[in-house]
Structure formats: structure tokens, C-alpha cells
């Protein structure tokens, strides 16, 4: 079946030390996108890639990077992990990036120590 | 920032009532959509409404939609347990670049 695929479902990692949060599609999709959610909050839109196209969220901060190096993987790369960005990350692709629904991975739930 | 919020935040119904959820949204948009998640998990597309659309229905949904009033509402009828969830209202706003933006959310608890 066609789906969204994030890798690891669970990741911990420590204060300061880098971590990468992986996003597969077999959708063929050409916008993805990352989210962060906190625990009851909504998902905020990190940023998204219309094909490799990147588009940073204005109050996105510098410590989170992004890579897709091809249509079916993108990365979330946080250089400096916080206590504060211990949260929920969504991967989601949309066919393009007008009018459409979002399909959405499981999620990875970061843990930072 | 986001561009809807939700109201109630939580909600609590009997199995085979009906659950209403609100949204507001603060700037033109082009099209609303609600999303469901739940605990842990993804969100899930429930359905989607065009500006220039009053209301839609899926199944045991019912989406209205009033741009005047920057809202929409979400109608569950005959709930089940199995509705237990967060919903999310979702809008693409004509002047944030068509990205999509998340209300705050409606936890909806449907006891057996």
C-alpha cells in the first residue's frame, strides 16, 4: 500500500547532540512536509519542499535544517537538540502543493535527555 | 502562527450522540479541511470544504462551512467509541503561500 514511513518511531537523544528524523513516501508525491507537535497542541508547520524546492516557516528556528535528496526521502535534522524540542515530529506529502489533502506519517516522538 | 482555534478543547459524549466541534479561522482562506488523530498517532484526512461551498457530508460527517464568519463546524452523528480522537481543523489561507495551518484541536472522549 502507498503510504508515508517515518523512521525511528521512538528516538531519545541527549542535550546538544545532533539527530536526524527520517520520512519515506511511496506516494510519489511532490510537496512533503514536517511538522513539530507538542503534547495537546496542533502540529506546527516546520517547512515543506515543493518538489526541491525548500521553504522555511518564518519562526522555524535555524537549529532545525532539513534534506530530500529525491522525491521519496526527506530529513528533519535538528543540529542542537533542547529540552524544548522534545515533541511529536509529522512527516506528511501532498500530490502538490495547491488544494490537496495531506497524508501523514505515524510520527517519531523525540526524547531529548 | 496558526490560523484556526477550536472550540470546545475537550469534549465528553454517551456512545449515539452527537459531537459538534467549531473552528475559527482568522484570514481568507481557500479551502478548510479536518483532520483526525488519534492518541500518538498520524493525522487522518477526514474531509475537505471549498470556500465557495456551504456543506458537505461524509458518512456520519457533516461539515458546514460560513466565510462570513470566518468559521466552520464539524457534526459527528451517532458517535461510537471508536470516534474517540483529536480533531483538527486545517485552512489554506490565500496569503500564507497555500501551506496549511492547524487549529488548536478538539479532543473528543465518546463513552460506551
Known amino acids: 500500500d502507498a503510504m508515508v514511513i517515518q523512521n525511528p518511531r521512538y528516538q531519545v537523544t541527549q542535550f546538544g547532540k545532533p539527530v536526524t528524523l527520517s520520512c519515506s513516501q511511496t506516494l510519489n508525491h511532490n510537496v512533503m512536509y514536517w511538522y513539530q507537535q507538542k503534547s495537546s497542541q496542533a502540529p506546527k508547520l516546520l517547512f515543506h519542499?515543493?518538489?526541491?524546492?525548500?521553504?522555511n516557516e518564518a519562526d522555524t528556528p535555524d537549529n532545525f535544517q532539513s534534506r530530500r535528496p529525491n522525491t521519496s526521502f526527506c530529513f528533519l535534522d535538528i543540529r542542537s537538540p533542547g529540552l524544548g524540542d522534545a515533541a511529536m515530529y509529522l512527516c506528511a506529502t501532498s500530490s502538490d502543493g495547491r488544494v490537496q489533502t495531506q497524508y501523514f506519517g505515524p510520527g517519531t516522538r523525540l526524547l531529548v535527555l | 502562527s496558526q490560523q484556526g482555534e477550536e472550540d470546545p478543547q475537550a469534549l465528553s459524549i454517551q456512545e449515539g450522540e452527537n459531537a459538534t466541534m467549531n473552528c475559527s479561522y482568522k484570514?481568507?482562506?481557500?479551502?478548510l479541511q479536518w483532520y483526525r488523530q488519534n492518541s500518538g498517532r498520524g493525522l487522518v484526512h477526514l474531509i475537505l470544504i471549498r470556500s465557495n461551498e456551504r456543506e458537505k457530508h461524509s458518512g456520519r460527517l457533516r461539515v458546514t462551512l460560513d466565510t462570513s464568519k470566518k468559521s466552520s463546524s464539524l457534526l459527528i452523528t451517532a458517535s461510537r467509541a471508536a470516534d474517540t480522537a483529536s480533531y483538527f481543523c486545517a485552512t489554506d489561507a490565500r496569503d500564507t503561500g497555500n501551506q496549511f495551518y492547524f487549529g488548536t484541536g478538539t479532543s473528543l472522549t465518546v463513552i460506551p
Open positions: 519542499y515543493y518538489d526541491k524546492d525548500f521553504n
Open positions: 484570514t481568507s482562506i481557500n479551502n
